[in-house]
């Protein structure tokens, strides 16, 4: 399949590190990362916990922006038409579930964040922040790859900046859709990377900005 | 697949339509609906075209706002980092491929308008637009379905619009990803329709407001 | 003055009500309405509170989308390049003076939220929450008229909607800059009311719509 | 007047230039620059014109991003609700004003853009060609100072950039709303400056980066 996509110029050269990294950590709140609530729980989501917790610990000790963010509403009136039951009950301000992941939230560090749609940078100020920061490039971290993730990572592309996808950061219920979406966004948006990788870089990034 | 994302409460009942529609066209530009253009003519966009033409002539005499868009930059260094090498070298304000088409395409009816992300929505004044008319459903049709049809789809939710997408109005260039992407949209923000269905929709409508 | 710009059409005719009104209450915290904070306490800013109390309780009744906000930052290096240094060194997430006001703010109620620029529409999910209520008519409220209400005013207006101040609901440190603002904004993007003329808008829209 | 809003702490410290600049041109459109039209030709527009001319010369030459706007409409229907009747009756897609000022726009270099709202970031793609290009620093020039210009200056501080306004290259129709709307964004938002000034920091910037 990815064969008439490539015919067409699809997926025609990496885009590339840039020179300011900045960290974008979608939706790890317990109520994605905790089995016991009905979103919760799932392998690739806790692999991806896991990867993005090591990575945010390199980009901590190099000063790398990070912003960290849950979803939540005053009440069902002011949310917009979720078809995902538990989306729409359980997603309110306070409410079991919508606390941030201890593995990857560091309140004394990420700027951490309350959004309102799928992108992490739909309405919110994580691109203002990132701009006063002079970021041009996008780490995308946290869940669901087919939901948030892929909302997230078009609209870093949308707003200009180098958008980096490292897969075993990101997670998902089920292993088609989260490669279905890192194929689409892989071909047209973002490069899709990994932990280590990105890791790499960063260190790499603080030795020249020491 | 479906059934582990229904047992997480995904796809709990449908949006439904509202008291006022507007309608996108997204892309429907010549660079995708003429064969001699590499992102051009594939029977799934045909198709979408053809069903779109009928739908914005039952929208335009019920009164229907219609926002109706292409892409292009004024030069490479104003873009985003686009992996498409098609839209990198021929998106380009004024150039063969940038017309609207003309079977979609009312000039003296429909708000044109050039977008510069993926999304109909982002950074452009439909949304304002669309306000004014006191919209509440949005009709998303264009294409490419895994691409800016996916991305305004998702800023359709985020900004508070029930969401249908008649599937035959959107196309692609291959099966695979058009399905993809109505089945991650469908679990979540819209309700995937068929053009005979929202036609129907907006007569009924039309007949209420006359 | 009004005549030289008056002379070349502005200022030319009411905008008027529409047909569903909704209500934006911009930075009634207590930094702004206890004297005992730097910017705390001015005649004009205690006299919108009252007004602003009255006008809500109508709005409440009727069954109006409320939204109040107040204004805070995870440190100063999230924050935009603010010149005013009570805001750069109070306005910090939990820090005194960042409660609302309570004779403006019902929990239970209103839509609250925080906001990172002068406008409550600036990046925040205030105008989707409208959009899904169908809301056409904004009505302006809060501190202060030079600044924040001169912000939200110009939002309300790029975003479609009606927007209405009532001058007797916002305040400021001093009269001159009042003044000032709520002229160069009724020459072109609002109608200037009052309170009770607002009151009685919604009365009457409530009246119609039982 | 200065007195009451510093004693509570505004215009506490400049904001100072940054490490990349982009220039945004607002709205120097035949409308406002040719005398035969309602809303031309204001001696402090002109004035702001030749100022920014040699501005925009130096920028060129230093490879300084430049966003350059007009503002116009499909129709009345798609604008929002404007007081100003020259506005709503004369800014409509191609009619003769909404062409850009020749002095000030060079096609070859300059992003031209059509905005909808008062400030040239609402809704248009400028943000994200200055975040792919790191800029930091926006300077704004065009008119009219009491509408464009206060609203482009308030968006351009929301989103993160340090912004400066050089007031000989922004105009208005009378001295007393230009003054005014200084006064205010000075105080909060912006460092106020002029051409020279601005030209020396690009020419520096310019010697730094070759």
């Given at each position: 399949m990815a064969d008439i996509y490539e015919q067409r110029?699809?997926?025609?050269?990496e885009i590339g590190f840039g020179d300011k990294p900045g960290i974008v950590v979608v939706d790890y709140m317990t109520a994605f990362t905790?089995?016991?609530?009905?979103?919760?729980?799932a392998p690739l989501i806790e692999r991806g916990v896991e990867n993005t917790a090591r990575l945010l610990d390199a980009a901590r000790r190099a000063g790398v922006p990070i912003a960290n963010c849950w979803t939540s509403y005053h009440s069902q009136r002011e949310m917009?038409?979720?078809?995902v039951q538990a989306v729409r009950e359980q997603?309110?301000?306070?409410?079991?579930?919508?606390?941030?992941e201890p593995r990857t939230y560091d309140e004394s560090y990420d700027m951490g964040l309350c959004k309102?749609?799928?992108?992490?940078?739909?309405?919110?100020p994580v691109a203002s922040f990132f701009a006063k920061e002079r970021v041009d490039t996008v780490i995308v971290t946290g869940c669901v790859t087919s939901g948030c993730i892929r909302a997230s990572t078009i609209d870093s592309f949308s707003r200009g900046f180098r958008t980096i996808v490292p897969e075993d950061c990101v997670g998902d219920h089920d292993e088609g859709p989260h490669r279905d979406n890192l194929r689409d966004v892989g071909r047209r948006y973002a490069d899709i990377k990994d932990a280590d990788t990105v890791i790499e870089y960063i260190e790499d990034w603080r030795k020249k900005n020491r």
């Open positions: 110029t699809y997926n025609s050269g905790d089995p016991k609530y009905p979103l919760g729980g917009p038409h979720w078809k997603f309110i301000h306070g409410a079991p579930g919508t606390e941030l309102s749609g799928p992108s992490i940078f739909f309405e919110t």
